[in-house]
């Protein structure tokens, strides 16, 4: 097993947002967490990797327990790719210093290594030629196409996508979604959080349905989609439905 | 009426005038180093650090909320009461430094919160380490958005250490005050001063654009782009 | 320095106090000055035909661009010169007025930039002259936009008025160093009270334009920031 979440709670002021959430995630599976907006999908990504301090609860990275105080959390995060819904490149630098840094600066590669490995991630997500541009100067897609490189080079036990696609024109969606589809068949561990039900649908091993701060319901996407048990989940696949038209 | 100028001053003023860079440049620099150090500390201090948020505040509070020539006398004529002595270099520099470090305090923290709080989180989830955050992410990204308020601050304290020559620092008002003096020619050796003032004033504008055009990164401190 | 001297100061506080009482009427005249002329300049800059908008800029630019003591050693000598004698305390006042209202202008031209450009043709459509539109309609507004800016400037120029030392007029810094002439060890003590003083009343001052700020607020009218 290579990642564990027991029992996480978080809440802020008043509001609970995570009410007991438990999954694991084998090696090489790709799990889809769906969901209506706000029902904490994106604080269980970040308390993941403590971005955000989880209330209570645990979480293992196969044998090492993330939540302890006692873990050196910046290794652990260097282990855990991390994909954001607005990208976050960092705006100063080109792609390829975006790419390079935490080799750099995480991993101590030399600056000549880091530019090789730099190089063959952006290649993989097809934007070697646009090493030099900076963030401004890429579209939208193509910014989610590096921030996925940038985690890729890391060499990371598994990569969580933050609704990696919520903030990109329809028109771009598609570049992101297939190097994602690539990346879950070349093997990698993914957990993600979309709306996009086609991807969920294709690519999926697994499907947790998220509300209110709790999973209502998991399994395979054909059992989840087209029979699903609990009428939460029912309810919110029709409307997702009505919303964007089914299939992709 | 008849004015009078002769080109003998110009010497004596060259040498104040490079005095009045020296002093600039140094008071600049040191403030600069210091300012930065005044700024993280009221951004990023928490936890056990927050007493140095209160010091760090209540500097630059103190510093800006009260006149340069207050500091600057209290540390030349006041000081030495207690038995410590400094040239009127050595004050006029110590006075500008500290005073200029409370503004630009001020400035490199402005920058560092108009950082987008994203930017910190992905470098976090990367695996840097907080202070590797600031240093490779934050701070160079700061220090771009702080050129132009920076560049007024230089402006500020090329003319702010005019007041210098009161302690008797012969720099560039100070060679003025002492021509003017012997010759008895107030009047017309201020008005060339004040040319060599407008005349650095607008050097300085110029250099400081062209190094604000040549660190421009496109989406950096742009407005109207995301 | 020992709480003694801390004492006499403090007896002397009335006399510092009067000194101050200078800096605040300086700093009164300076104010108004450089307000009637900042706002005429800045109207001008952003209103006024182009040669008159570039004689506005230039004057801007050089009284930004001169040390403050400098201007005021120019303001008090220049007029010697022709024959014109005046206190120092009225050279202060003109050097600092003429100066602020440099930055004065400045401010205000960014807040009457900062009206959107509707409001003037919504004005002229209802038959106002260019002249009535900027007095009713646009300045109300822009003024109300500048108070954040003029704060500002209020804590420089107060700070400033020390500067009339430079001159002789006999302010609170003048009677600062009287008392340390007079007994060597008050220096300290004598300059500590006058920074004090200046804290107090800058941030006095800001707290006061803070409260009028937000009494004169209204709805949908702030200043982006």
């Known amino acids: 097993m290579l990642l564990r979440v027991e029992d996480l709670h978080k809440r802020y002021g008043k509001e609970e947002v995570l009410r007991g959430v438990s999954f694991s995630l084998e090696k090489g599976e790709t799990k889809v967490i769906i969901g209506p907006s706000g029902t904490g999908k994106s604080t269980l990504l970040r308390c993941i990797n403590r971005l955000t301090e989880p209330d209570r609860g645990r979480v293992f990275l196969e044998d090492v327990e993330i939540t302890s105080p006692r873990v050196n959390i910046n290794k652990i995060r260097a282990q855990i790719g991390f994909v954001f819904q607005d990208f976050n490149l960092f705006t100063h630098l080109t792609a390829l210093d975006n790419v390079r840094l935490g080799l750099m600066r995480v991993k101590g590669l030399s600056k000549k290594e880091a530019t090789e490995r730099a190089m063959r991630e952006l290649a993989r997500v097809g934007l070697a030629d646009k090493a030099k541009a900076y963030p401004a100067e890429l579209s939208g897609g193509q910014q989610q196409r590096v921030s996925i490189a940038r985690a890729l080079a890391m060499d990371p036990k598994l990569i969580l996508f933050d609704e990696p696609t919520s903030a990109l024109d329809p028109e771009l969606i598609g570049e992101v979604l297939s190097v994602m589809v690539e990346l879950a068949q070349s093997g990698m561990t993914m957990l993600v959080v979309t709306h996009e039900m086609g991807f969920a649908r294709s690519v999926a091993d697994e499907i947790i349905f998220m509300e209110k701060g709790v999973i209502v319901e998991q399994g395979p996407p054909e059992q989840l989609f087209k029979s699903p048990k609990h009428p939460r989940t029912v309810e919110f696949l029709r409307r997702i439905t009505e919303l964007y038209g089914g299939e992709k | ?226 | 320095m020992s709480l003694e001297h801390w004492l006499k100061v403090w007896a002397s506080l009335p006399v510092l106090l009067q000194g101050l009482s200078v800096n605040l009427a300086l700093l009164g005249g300076l104010l108004s000055l450089g307000f009637f002329l900042g706002l005429v300049f800045a109207v001008l800059e952003v209103y006024g035909p182009k040669p008159l908008r570039l004689c506005a800029a230039l004057y801007s630019w050089v009284f930004r661009s001169i040390p403050e003591i400098l201007l005021l050693l120019l303001m008090w000598f220049g007029p010697a010169q022709f024959g014109v004698r005046i206190a120092p305390f009225t050279a202060a006042v003109l050097a600092l007025g003429l100066r602020s209202s440099a930055y004065q202008a400045q401010i205000f031209r960014g807040a009457l930039q900062a009206v959107p450009a509707g409001q003037m043709l919504a004005a002229r459509a209802l038959g106002l002259s260019k002249f009535q539109a900027v007095r009713h309609v646009l300045l109300p507004q822009a003024l109300r936009l500048s108070l954040a800016g003029w704060g500002n400037e209020f804590a420089v120029v107060l700070k400033d008025t020390t500067l009339a030392y430079a001159v002789g007029v006999v302010e609170v810094m003048r009677q600062a160093r009287y008392l340390g002439s007079r007994e060597m060890p008050l220096t300290l003590p004598a300059y500590i009270t006058v920074a004090l003083l200046f804290l107090v009343l800058t941030y006095a001052g800001l707290f006061a334009l803070g409260a009028l700020e937000k009494r004169l607020r209204i709805p949908g009218l702030e200043a982006r920031r």
């Open chain 2, 1 to 226: 009426m008849n004015l009078v100028f002769r080109w003998a001053w110009l010497p004596r003023l060259a040498q104040g005038l490079a005095l009045t860079l020296e002093l600039t440049g140094l008071s600049m620099a040191l403030g600069a180093a210091f300012g930065i150090v005044l700024a993280l500390v009221r951004v990023y201090a928490k936890g056990p650090l927050m007493p140095l948020y209160g010091l760090a505040s209540a500097y630059v509070h103190f510093f800006r909320g009260t006149p340069l020539l207050v500091q600057l006398m209290a540390l030349y004529y006041g000081l030495p009461t207690l038995g410590v002595a400094m040239s009127p270099f050595t004050a006029s520099l110590l006075a500008l430094t500290l005073n200029t470090a409370a503004y630009q305090a001020e400035y490199f923290r402005g920058a560092i919160q108009s950082v987008k709080s994203g930017q910190m989180l992905a470098a976090r989830a990367l695996g840097l380490t907080r202070l590797q955050a600031i240093r490779y992410v934050v701070l160079p990204q700061a220090l771009r958005l702080v050129i132009p308020p920076w560049s007024n601050e230089l402006v500020y304290m090329m003319k702010g250490s005019a007041v210098v020559y009161l302690v008797g620092v012969l720099e560039l008002m100070g060679q003025a005050k002492n021509i003017a003096a012997r010759e008895f020619r107030n009047f017309e050796v201020y008005i060339v001063v004040a040319l060599f003032y407008l005349a650095l004033v607008f050097l300085f504008t110029v250099i400081l654009r062209f190094v604000e055009n040549r660190t421009r990164i496109p989406g950096l401190g742009v407005p109207g782009r995301p």
